[in-house]
């Protein structure tokens, strides 16, 4: 994001960019322990991100990676950037799988391909907990079992009641 004076004040610019050129710029950026901010795209991580949430991400240096966070990593087949969850941990891999995926997981990915970890999450202006918490690890663990979307599907027939 670029600031541009108008009328005296700063006012956020806004730039469109994805695949390699997206991962470079994340990396170079988390390189240098900075955040990096974007808007999310797809459904593979609903409800816990959803298109349009503003997701920001940090360097993994700054807290460990372990069962249920939210990271940010280059696929090793296409090299495109996926924002998952880890919902296994053996021998420096990471199984990682999207929340709203129903069978397929991304594999067993090596420490190497992870670029960062997801910080925080804004929707509309506010912020998202849920999924980041503590509560990561049964999520990961439902998940990875493909258990959390029949979850979900039965407790919003629940509310519905």
Not at 50 to 65: A, P
Not at 129 to 146: K, P, T
Request: glycine share 14%; net charge positive.
């Amino acid at each position: 994001m670029q600031e541009r004076a108008q009328g005296g004040l700063l006012e956020p610019q806004t730039y469109s960019i994805s695949g390699s050129d997206l991962v470079a710029l994340m990396e170079a950026v988390l390189a240098k322990n900075g955040t990096f901010r974007f808007t999310a795209s797809g459904s593979s991580m609903a409800p816990f991100i959803q298109t349009g949430d503003m997701v920001t991400i940090s360097s993994l240096h700054k807290g460990r990676v372990g069962l249920g966070t939210v990271v940010a990593f280059k696929h090793p087949v296409g090299g495109h950037l996926v924002i998952h969850r880890v919902v296994g941990v053996a021998h420096g891999t990471f199984l990682i799988k999207g929340d709203n995926t129903p069978h397929r997981s991304d594999g067993w990915i090596p420490s190497g391909c992870l670029i960062g970890r997801v910080l925080e999450i804004t929707r509309n202006g506010r912020r998202v907990w849920l999924g980041l918490g503590v509560e990561r690890y049964l999520i990961a663990f439902f998940s990875r079992w493909q258990w959390l979307i029949p979850l979900r599907g039965a407790l919003a027939a629940l509310r519905r009641r």
